[in-house]
Every structure is written in structure tokens, then in C-alpha cells.
């Protein structure tokens, strides 16, 4: 009965660290979702029959889960910020890393970049970030998930989904 137990907890503990994402990224927004925590997904993301590799990034003062996933272009990345608030693509093209609105290829795919909730200002002052040479995946992760909450028009409703 004992190893029957212990085989029992061995296998849960083995399945639930199979499915476990870790933490790859944490930071400072000085928004009022708080601080960031960013985790990388084991499982691609299915985006236009593209596996795509992804990372969650959640904030401290909300429940809204971000979900970036990371296609490679001709020219450099796309990365795609997924909310079911606000969605939009950060670019990187070899000469800068900067917010766009979402490709309509996407909007078959139920992802388009609503006007309603976004900030025109803040996403104007985001066209560029940085810019030269391309970062890797986990610092442009990491722009992305300090800077996207300004993106927010009205930071009340996404403070209220948690």
C-alpha cells in the first residue's frame, strides 16, 4: 500500500512539473498594474497554423493574463501581446523595436486591435523603443511587458478583472 501511495504522489508530482511553466523575467511597470512577472510557456501557440513560442506575463494588481507569442520574420520578430482586453504586435525590423497595431491576417483568428481601448497617446510614444540592433526574445519580453500597460485607455476596467 505504501509504494502504492508513494508511485500515486511520484506520478502527480512528475505530471504537475511536466505542465509548469517557470519564471524567466520579473520587473517594475510604475503603472498601476504593479510589478511583472514574466514565465515562458512550454507549449507553442497556434497563431495562422504557425507554432509560435510564447511566454505569460501577469501583473501584480490585476488577474489579466498576457500571453506574447514570438514569430520570426524575414527581417527580424514579431511579437504578439494577447489580451482579452487589448491586443497589438511589438516589431522589431533590424533599425528599431516599436508597437503596432495588430496584421488584419490576425482577425480571422479573433485578435484585432480595438480603438476603444487603446491609448493613442502612450501607443504613438511607443513606436519606438529602442532601436539598432535586435535584442533577444527575453529583453524585448521584457520592454514589452513594462511598457504595454500604458497602453491601457482605461486602466479600471483591467485593475477590475482580478
Given at each position: 500500500?505504501?509504494?502504492?501511495?508513494?508511485?500515486?504522489?511520484?506520478?502527480i508530482?512528475?505530471?504537475?512539473?511536466?505542465?509548469?511553466?517557470k519564471?524567466?523575467a520579473?520587473?517594475?511597470?510604475h503603472?498601476v498594474?504593479?510589478d511583472?512577472?514574466?514565465?515562458s510557456i512550454?507549449?507553442?501557440?497556434?497563431?495562422?497554423?504557425?507554432?509560435?513560442?510564447?511566454?505569460?506575463i501577469?501583473?501584480?494588481?490585476?488577474?489579466?493574463?498576457?500571453?506574447?507569442a514570438v514569430?520570426?520574420?524575414?527581417?527580424?520578430?514579431?511579437?504578439?501581446?494577447?489580451?482579452?482586453?487589448?491586443?497589438?504586435?511589438?516589431?522589431?525590423?533590424?533599425?528599431?523595436?516599436?508597437?503596432?497595431?495588430?496584421?488584419?491576417?490576425?482577425?480571422?483568428?479573433g485578435f484585432?486591435?480595438?480603438?476603444?481601448?487603446?491609448?493613442?497617446?502612450?501607443?504613438?510614444?511607443?513606436?519606438?523603443l529602442?532601436?539598432?540592433?535586435a535584442?533577444?526574445?527575453?529583453?524585448?519580453?521584457?520592454?514589452?511587458?513594462a511598457?504595454?500597460p500604458?497602453?491601457?485607455?482605461?486602466?479600471?476596467?483591467?485593475?477590475?478583472?482580478?
Amino acid at each position: 500500500m505504501k509504494r502504492l501511495i508513494t508511485a500515486a504522489v511520484l506520478v502527480i508530482a512528475f505530471c504537475t512539473a511536466s505542465f509548469a511553466t517557470k519564471v524567466v523575467a520579473e520587473g517594475k511597470t510604475h503603472s498601476v498594474l504593479g510589478d511583472y512577472k514574466i514565465e515562458s510557456i512550454d507549449n507553442p501557440v497556434m497563431i495562422n497554423g504557425k507554432e509560435l513560442k510564447a511566454f505569460t506575463i501577469t501583473y501584480e494588481n490585476t488577474g489579466l493574463k498576457t500571453t506574447i507569442a514570438v514569430e520570426k520574420t524575414l527581417n527580424c520578430k514579431k511579437y504578439y501581446v494577447l489580451t482579452n482586453q487589448l491586443s497589438v504586435q511589438y516589431v522589431c525590423n533590424g533599425h528599431y523595436f516599436g508597437v503596432e497595431r495588430l496584421d488584419k491576417k490576425l482577425e480571422k483568428e479573433g485578435f484585432q486591435t480595438s480603438n476603444d481601448d487603446l491609448d493613442n497617446y502612450a501607443y504613438y510614444h511607443q513606436k519606438v523603443l529602442s532601436s539598432g540592433v535586435a535584442s533577444n526574445d527575453l529583453e524585448n519580453t521584457k520592454l514589452i511587458a513594462a511598457y504595454f500597460p500604458f497602453l491601457f485607455k482605461n486602466t479600471e476596467e483591467v485593475l477590475a478583472v482580478k
